[in-house]
């Protein structure tokens, strides 16, 4: 993690979780075996670290023009996407994540390892190419109408019950656990194109 830029593109209209809301978020991203033996009036009993960070996605907003044949008219429409800056996972999102413009206060902010938007269009080139071979007919035309760099709000939550230990990674714009995006971060797999 490196120091803090002053301002940047912050996914969410995230300030502070309540600590009511994200002890909630917590005992849903626990295995089922601890969630019998835990309370969360007395989550804070088990919290011996939490941190906030701010972790980096380029996000992107296309339109896909589908050519559907001599009978058919074009059908047009909007997409949007995202590929971690860190791990280079990609996807389609069901809709547009609202951004704005915050500055980052004493929150860590996670290093880049895709840095700029020419090193993070193959990224969207390869998920394009992967979103047609699912598509009967012409290969549908792909044109970005915004590529930005933008910085995820998230927990890591460290818990310690009697002798077990626990850390879980909290979306800080939805509260849904992101174990399975943090266990991508230290691989290269999504890396190759």
């Known amino acids: 993690m490196s120091s ?26 626990l ?21 906030k960070f701010y972790h980096p996605f380029w996000i992107s907003t296309m339109q896909v023009t589908y050519d559907r044949g001599l009978l058919l008219p074009f059908k047009i429409e909007t997409v949007y996407a995202f590929v971690d800056a860190v791990s280079g996972y990609r996807d389609r999102l069901p809709k547009a994540w609202p951004v704005s413009e915050d500055t980052f ?10 840095e700029t938007k020419e090193a993070a269009r193959p990224y969207f080139i390869d998920l394009q190419n992967r979103w ?16 930005e760099l933008a910085y995820m709000p998230m927990w890591m ?3 310690r019950f009697q002798t077990e230990h626990v850390s879980v990674i909290i979306n800080g714009m939805t509260g849904v656990g992101e174990e399975q995006l943090a266990a991508r971060w230290a691989g290269e797999e ?4």
């Open 105 to 114: 206060g004493n929150v860590p902010v996670v290093d880049r390892v895709i």
């Open 31 to 51: 295995d089922r075996r601890l969630q019998r033996t835990v309370s969360i009036s007395k989550m804070d009993d088990y919290i011996f670290e939490k941190m």
């Open 157 to 159: 939550i460290s818990l």
């Open 132 to 147: 047609s071979r699912s598509y009967v007919g012409e290969r549908p035309k792909y044109e970005h109408l915004s590529l």
């Open 4 to 29: 803090h830029v002053m301002h940047a593109n912050i996914i969410g209209h995230f300030k502070e979780i309540p600590d009511g809301h994200l002890h909630t978020a917590i005992y849903k991203n």
């Open 190 to 193: 999504w890396h190759r194109l």
